[in-house]
């Protein structure tokens, strides 16, 4: 499983989701808040999937994105194949 890491540019801490909401089917509204009790921040993230990188094997008929283009998926490509793996 992957975790996205999140770090308060403040402090450099850790940060968490508190708590998000689904605004539609391609954006998620989160809340976050630093891990570091001295710091305390806290702020509004948006998380958007905006462009398709591969094609769905199970493709859904509404579901609709543009295509990414090549340089964007090659650096993707190139991103996995350089990943650990959990084995």
Known sequence: MSVYKLVCPH???????????????FLRVAYLQCLNERCGWACRAQFEMTHELSPSGMPS????????????????????AKAPTAD
């Open 61 to 80: 008929p509404g579901i609709k994105l543009p295509l990414s283009p090549r340089a964007a998926r090659s650096k993707a490509r190139r991103h996995v």
């Open 11 to 25: 402090c450099q801490a850790r940060m968490r989701i508190r708590t998000s909401d689904g605004v539609h089917l």
